[in-house]
């Protein structure tokens, strides 16, 4: 049965659909955000971080897009397949020991 | 070349007892950091190590959680009389450099240990 506590936001797309998953973020002064992916019974893996000057950056079929006005986040995932079905977590890397603050999570689900 | 490693995969014990939980880390990474993922959760930091020394544990819950790093490599997390809401995934990454200041170091995740507490 379904999990008690599992509320994370989900995302539903058709193989070949653009993606957007998108992140609020509390620390104005974090000076990296990243974007991990984590497939079930995996360690979450890095996709594409983005530094705090920048607004936008682009990597192999994702783009990270950052408004520090509206503490906002987004990833965009072009041309979306079934293997980009996982829980995406956007992260603040603070310059305080470098350790990651994650936020909540979205599920992306890619139907065939 | 070999990823960070954590064992054991899962473990399940008793309200109580004490558990160890284990991470390799990429040989030559001096910087290591514990997080803890509750289910549906995202990952919560617990402790951070620079080579041997831990600089910032301010993410340990309790008193009941501690972590040792030996050799400036294998790192071992133990929980002592484990509650039910210890129940989580506990994830082990590396990086290869301590962090600095406008700089990103990338962190390396481990698998994880599903640890439940019956």
């Known amino acids: 049965g379904e999990s008690v506590g599992l509320h994370l936001p989900t995302l539903s797309v058709q193989e070949g659909d653009n993606s957007i998953i998108n992140c609020a973020y509390s620390?104005?002064?974090?000076?990296?955000f990243i974007w991990y992916k984590q497939e079930s019974g995996k360690g979450p893996q890095f996709i594409i971080d983005?530094?705090?000057?920048?607004d936008k950056r682009q990597g192999q079929r994702v783009t990270v897009l950052l408004n520090k006005t509206v503490k906002h986040l987004s990833l965009q995932i072009a041309a979306t397949q079934p293997g980009d079905s996982a829980v995406y977590f956007c992260?603040?890397?603070?310059?305080?020991?470098?350790?990651?603050?994650f936020g909540q999570g979205t599920i992306l689900t890619v139907h065939p | 070349g070999a990823g960070v490693s954590q064992s054991p995969s899962n473990k399940v014990t008793e309200k109580g007892k004490d558990v160890e939980l284990r991470c390799d880390p990429i040989s030559g990474h001096t910087a290591l950091y514990w997080y803890r993922q509750s289910l549906g959760q995202g990952l919560e930091f617990l402790i951070y190590?620079?080579?041997?020394?831990?600089?910032?544990k301010s993410g340990l819950p309790s008193d009941r959680f501690s972590a040792e790093r030996t050799g400036g490599s294998v790192s071992t997390l133990t929980i002592q009389r484990t509650q039910q809401e210890d129940s989580a995934v506990y994830l082990c990454?590396?990086?290869?450099?301590?962090?600095?200041?406008?700089?990103?170091?990338?962190?390396?995740f481990g698998p994880g240990t599903r640890l439940t507490v019956l």
């Open positions: 983005i530094r705090s000057n920048m």
């Open positions: 990454a590396s990086s290869r450099n301590s962090p600095r200041a406008g700089g990103y170091n990338e962190q390396f």
């Open positions: 620390n104005s002064a974090s000076d990296y």
């Open positions: 992260a603040e890397y603070g310059t305080s020991y470098g350790k990651l603050t």
């Open positions: 190590f620079q080579g041997n020394s831990a600089p910032d």
